[in-house]
């Protein structure tokens, strides 16, 4: 298997233009003609790219005959460049960075990510392309949240924009008034000073009746009729040394009505300001094309050192892509496993918030793992090498719980004969997660909320503040909305914990990664257990589909793991698997249509029933493999009426 690209120059292609998708009907074209397993085609500026990972490294004769195929060729042919293995993935990462030529190119992201879903929703992209779009995402926080890459100003007008930040600060209320400005350019202009804050535009010229941008609601006026330099104009774009004559006198008076309050002048003429002498006048700052033209420059070789530090981060990226494609861990990421489309959205949102310190509640069933996420979006952002603790709220008894998380000092309570850390403190500049949030006690929830505004903790019997800096991931398998709608939980913690929600999928709903997640538990036990096996039978893994998994992944884990114990073989057999699995592949028909009639309480219910008696109702060993704290089990045997037999 290879990963290749196609640099087409725009020449040969009838194209709809840089940054544009082509339409459904022509990527099925292509697709009818490519040979490849995965791909995609990415419109730029100067180049189309044809991106493909392919079983096949013969040359791609072909190619012509796809895009012609398509209505794309201009010609008879196309020319194009090759490049295949590290080249091609890097290349891939850095147009995933938003980086093009070297430089921060912002409308990249966006319109890669509405390639990406257009592929997917084709069925043009696989686990490869999933893989390397999540970790360019992963990379362009990365560069956006570590170095100043994408802050640069590279171009004279976001130069200018930044020089007006800086003289104004709060562009809100400032007002730019614009002199007879061209057409071609004006909309970056524009663009610049809006996105700094500028919301007050102002366009002298010749032809009040000119039609400008809605987005910038600018009051066009007739140049005749109108002052060049009104006393309420803060910065003047002069485009025009004709249409203007700027006298002195006039920006003498306009300092002089306004307390010498800056006044930001640009003249692209490079004439109308140097007669006057007016850059000498207090709080005037003229600047003209070549001062700019400087200024951008300048920080061009700067953003260049920084990016050689990205460059180096993507091609350690792609170097251990291209290991990653050789490996069998096509479907992982950051250890957790997953082909399906939700899956694959919630490895992207991962990769997007990985690098901030946001706050995260993750919602599943218990066994859909919650803390693997946790886990990954720890070790994918910058307090990866920093502790992560793991709290589980429902296990620990209440009367601890406090002491556990915020620590106490000597002679506190009972027993406390020295002072003690909370786990708060200990992860200190990392990760906390904290499992069955919903089981905190409310007491401990006004703690936790002031812990999350203030960043600081209080020992028990302690006034003292200690400053934290954690981030704070929570997860639980109940309806916290519901617990607040129920005076259970308090609002004001909820939307604090809530601020990005991440929502794991049950088993039975992705049922297309049963035999990914069943052939690595294979793999995992039969290593631990010294055994040859290798493979699931046909006839085992219709059971496995055919199981509707109310303990989720955990409960799948678990059944491979007694599969592999009891196979004698090098493959898996139906009677190999828990019996309560061969009897799902083996009722009759009424009884599946019964089964799949389960609502989710009666499945919980029995799977809880079905675990204590396979435990010999020992709770403690039940309450492990359920994935749930004691205070849960005992509030869900009571919730359920699941009562132990008198004589087991």
């Known amino acids: 298997m290879i990963f290749k690209v196609f640099k087409i120059t725009n020449d040969d292609l009838k194209i709809p233009g840089a940054f544009e998708k082509l339409t459904n009907e022509q990527l099925a074209q292509i697709h009818g003609k490519i040979q490849a397993g995965e791909w995609m085609i990415l419109i730029l500026p100067v180049e189309t790219l044809l991106f493909f990972y392919s079983d096949s490294n013969r040359p791609q004769n072909h190619l012509a005959q796809a895009l012609n195929q398509a209505g794309l060729l201009a010609g008879k042919k196309c020319d194009y460049q090759e490049a295949a293995g590290a080249e091609a993935l890097e290349l891939f990462l850095q147009l995933a960075t938003g980086i093009s030529q070297g430089q921060a190119e912002p409308r990249l992201i966006q319109y890669l990510r509405e390639v990406y879903i257009q592929a997917g929703e084709c069925g043009n992209i696989g686990p490869v392309f999933h893989r390397l779009f999540q970790r360019g995402i992963w990379l362009h926080e990365k560069a956006r949240m570590e170095t100043d890459f994408f802050r640069f100003s590279i171009h004279p007008h976001e130069a200018f924009a930044e020089l007006?930040?800086?003289?104004?600060?709060?562009?809100?209320?400032?007002?730019?008034?614009?002199?007879?400005?061209?057409?071609?350019?004006?909309?970056?202009?524009?663009?610049?000073?809006?996105?700094?804050?500028?919301?007050?535009?102002?366009?002298?010229?010749?032809?009040?009746?000119?039609?400008?941008?809605?987005?910038?609601?600018?009051?066009?006026?007739?140049?005749?009729?109108?002052?060049?330099?009104?006393?309420?104009?803060?910065?003047?774009?002069?485009?025009?040394?004709?249409?203007?004559?700027?006298?002195?006198?006039?920006?003498?008076?306009?300092?002089?009505?306004?307390?010498?309050?800056?006044?930001?002048?640009?003249?692209?003429?490079?004439?109308?300001?140097?007669?006057?002498?007016?850059?000498?006048?207090?709080?005037?700052?003229?600047?003209?094309?070549?001062?700019?033209?400087?200024i951008a420059q300048k920080n061009r070789e700067e953003q260049a050192e920084v990016g050689e530090k990205i460059t180096r981060w993507i091609r350690e990226e792609a170097a251990t892509i291209r290991e990653w494609l050789y490996s069998d861990s096509r479907h992982q990421f950051a250890g957790i496993i997953g082909a399906t489309p939700e899956m694959q959205r919630i490895f992207e949102l991962i990769s997007r918030i990985a690098q901030t310190n946001i706050t995260v509640l993750i919602q599943g069933e218990s066994g859909t793992g919650k803390e693997l996420v946790a886990r990954a979006i720890h070790q994918l952002s910058k307090r990866a090498n920093k502790p992560f603790i793991t709290v589980n709220c429902g296990a620990i008894p209440e009367n601890l719980l406090e002491s556990e998380l915020f620590g106490h000092v000597k002679g506190a309570f009972t027993g406390a004969i020295n002072h003690k850390r909370g786990l708060f403190e200990e992860a200190q500049e990392?990760?906390?997660?904290?499992?069955?949030?919903?089981?905190?006690?409310?007491?401990?929830?006004?703690?936790?909320?002031?812990?999350?505004?203030?960043?600081?903790?209080?020992?028990?019997?302690?006034?003292?503040?200690?400053?934290?800096?954690?981030?704070?991931?929570?997860?639980?398998?109940q309806e916290l909305l519901k617990m607040v709608e129920e005076g259970r939980f308090r609002s004001d913690l909820y939307y604090r914990l809530n601020v990005i929600q991440i929502n794991l999928p049950r088993l039975r709903n992705r049922q297309e990664d049963i035999p990914i997640l069943a052939q690595h538990f294979v793999k995992k036990y039969a290593a631990r257990l010294q055994k040859a096996v290798d493979e699931i039978s046909a006839e085992a893994l219709q059971a496995l589909y055919a199981y509707p998994w109310p303990g989720n992944v955990r409960e799948l884990e678990n059944a491979i793991e007694h599969a592999v114990a009891m196979a004698i073989g090098p493959s898996i057999e139906l009677h190999d698997l828990p019996i309560h699995l061969q009897q799902a592949r083996t009722s009759e028909p009424c009884d599946n249509h019964r089964a799949s009639r389960m609502t989710l309480k009666e499945m919980e219910k029995h799977y809880i029933r079905e675990t204590l008696e396979d435990c010999g109702w020992n709770y403690e060993m039940a309450s492990r493999i359920l994935g749930i704290g004691r205070t849960t089990l005992w509030r869900k045997l009571r919730e359920y009426q699941i009562q132990k037999p008198e004589k087991v």
């Open 164 to 294: 007006a930040q800086k003289i104004f600060g709060d562009l809100g209320n400032v007002h730019v008034q614009m002199i007879e400005a061209p057409a071609q350019g004006l909309h970056d202009w524009l663009d610049a000073l809006y996105h700094k804050g500028c919301r007050k535009f102002t366009l002298l010229t010749h032809e009040p009746n000119r039609i400008m941008p809605a987005k910038y609601a600018t009051q066009v006026l007739s140049i005749e009729r109108n002052p060049i330099l009104s006393s309420n104009v803060d910065i003047l774009l002069i485009f025009d040394e004709q249409a203007v004559t700027l006298e002195r006198r006039a920006i003498t008076r306009r300092m002089s009505s306004r307390q010498n309050f800056p006044l930001l002048i640009f003249d692209a003429t490079g004439r109308v300001t140097d007669a006057n002498g007016i850059d000498r006048i207090y709080n005037v700052f003229v600047y003209q094309v070549h001062d700019l033209q400087r």
């Open 430 to 477: 990392g990760t906390i997660f904290l499992d069955e949030i919903a089981e905190l006690p409310q007491q401990l929830q006004v703690k936790l909320l002031r812990c999350l505004q203030e960043g600081e903790v209080k020992r028990v019997g302690s006034n003292e503040v200690i400053k934290v800096d954690v981030r704070v991931i929570a997860a639980t398998n």
